[in-house]
């Protein structure tokens, strides 16, 4: 009975959380590292032992408040299979880079979640925040080889979704993005047991 | 493959014409017909896989090899199928039936059962089983529903992931605003500043490129907001390292130790007095400035009067000058026991740059709060008045690099931290900014030569160089590198030839970049520090 309780346990919802905390963090790193807005803007936090940087603009927080909070649920239901996050020259709305997030769903823990009577992992936290940090680490470093933004730039993120999937209320159908003359780069992915997660990001190459 | 080509011909020719009579049947034909099954083969291979026979005889020859090893019916179900896009989808749908619509990434070959790795099969005739395999094909007809369940699982598969359109594309419609009006990618710095305009400036004289000598300082603070060396007028050069300042004789090479703090003080701060003397002033992270006489090493007195660490110090004849992390500007009479005369509010972040003009009628202070003061000195005293005479703001980050124009008064030279990147020349009597240069990178100090209209400057990130610039143009005149980290702190030698650069790399090196040139000689500098010694001898007590 000890041995059950100390055997880590994690449900689909929290596999979800962490999965989309990843993406906060993520998401947020690229609009530090990349410059899209203003470094003062940004606020440092301690996370996967880490300083990472969040954007305090309230605009951008309730964007990807809503947007995460929404995404978990899909991500709990598997109706989700990638998000991109694009960034876009404001004058011209081009797209100048993209960053997909792909959602794979596994199994996780087969035994466990017979006996649980629920899907539900067994991998180690320290794990997967190691994995996510190297991640991380990964995103980190990208701006050596990614091109300049010389611009003002904007960012948005779209939901790949299953066609079954419900449209809530401010969510709108998207068309798919291209970007001309592309480079892609997959990043180091990680996984929590239930959930896989790579990351991938394609940009615009400049001779 | 002739046997089956004849096979085929054989079957055709059965179901025309009806059965072959000339000539004995062959082994297989015989066994089928014993176990009384369908006489054609072809059939039956359709019914397994959409493949024409000529596959299979392909799948029956590598079946062979697996029998060898185990006669495992799933090896036989799961065809080896010609294109690489069927196998992958036949190995893919045992473990995935489950949830046929996922898409997941294939990683067809790790699962692969076959057991040759070589990338072409070749057959081995003599081990083939082939009475054995077509047994073991025929008996696999109960399970043929089955697999034609797993194939149509896999087509499904496979077309989730060759489809390009994902079920739905959504987008949040309450968008992330844009980047502020006029905002610009700070990141530019990384981005522009590897490639400088090569406008270096064709020179008749000659400028070694490497340093003439690279000194240990080990343990220097890697600081942009501390200035760590100066070279005495009497050619001692004082470092501080860490806690303790040391003092290199640059004629002899003699060092010594002068003072070491206790704790975990450190040195923020050293300036030598004006004039040669032996006396200098060292700033402590404990907010006190301390009076050193260096002739015998030994402390005079401790003068406070801040409340944070004392990063930036500046003579001015009997006065001494010190900036804090307070912001505020001290001035310490050293002759008087109430030593502090005036405490100026001068701004409101670190003061990290101070400096007096060489005439000793304006104090420049340069602070973390991106201003450069110019204080005007107080009528008959050697202080400067509390209200200053221009706050310039045009710099965009700290200002640490100051320096006054040793030949024409009143023209200073001011440099910006990183996310400014320029180095400003401004007349401070009339309040105009001269020239700016923007030199792509940190500037961390700035030193004017006393030989030529020229000056030098340190930098950062991305190159740690220093950069002669010809004035008033501010053109390049040439860039000395070796510094694997940033160039904090520079100091001219009394002599105005050698230029000493402190690295946060945690070495010194000096650079003879302002050699005289031998034909024209100049009046020697000596007999003019000899008067302003003994002046100075004559102002301290």
Redesign the interface.
Known sequence: MSQQQTKNCITLRGSAQIICEYLKFAINSVLFQ??????ESFKAEQQYGLTLLISE?Q??K???T??LT?SEEWIVNKKV??LSLIILN?ANKEVLECWDFNV??EDGDTALSKEKNETVGSKDLKKIQQEIRDVMLQVAAT?SYLP???C??????????????D?PD???????VAIANAQNVQLKSFSTSLHKM?TVVSYKLVD | MAQFNYLNELNSLATIDGPLTRGPLQRWAKKTNNENLNPSLSASFKNHSNVNLSSCNQSMQKLSISTNQSCNNSVLSSNKTPTRNENKKGKKTPSKNKSPG????PTPNKASKTPNKADRFIPSRSNSNYDLCHYMMNREEDKTEEVVAQNAAGEAIGRALTDT?????????????????G?Q????V???QAKVPSSVKNTTRYIPQAPDRILDAPDIVDDYYLNLVDWSESNILAVALGNAVYLWNAGTGQIDQLLTLEGSETVCSVSWVQGGGSHLAVGTSNATVELWDCGRIKRLRVMDGHTGRVGSLAWNMYMVTSGGRDGNIVHHDVRQRDHAVATISGHTQEICGLKWSPDGRYLASGGNDNLLNIWPVTQGQHYSQPQYLYSFNQHLAAVKGLAWCPWSAGILASGGGTADRTIRIWNVSTGANLNTVDTKSQVCSIVWSTHYKELVSGHGYAQNQLVIWKYPLLSRVAELSGHVARVLHLALSPDGTTVLSAGADETLRLWKCFMLDPTKKKEPTDSKAAKSLLNMNSLIR
């Open positions: 990349r410059g899209l807005y203003p470094p603009d605009q951008i309730n964007f990807l809503n947007l929404q299979s990638k404001v794979q769903y701006i300049f933004l010389d003002r730039c904007s960012f948005d993120v779209l939901v790949h979704a299953r066609t079954d999937c449209i401010k969510w709108a159908e998207a068309e798919p790579e | 996922r898409s997941t990434t359109e994902p079920g739905r594309l959504l987008q949040y419609t309450c968008k992330a605003p844009a980047a502020p009006e905002y990618n700070r990141l530019r990384v981005y522009s």
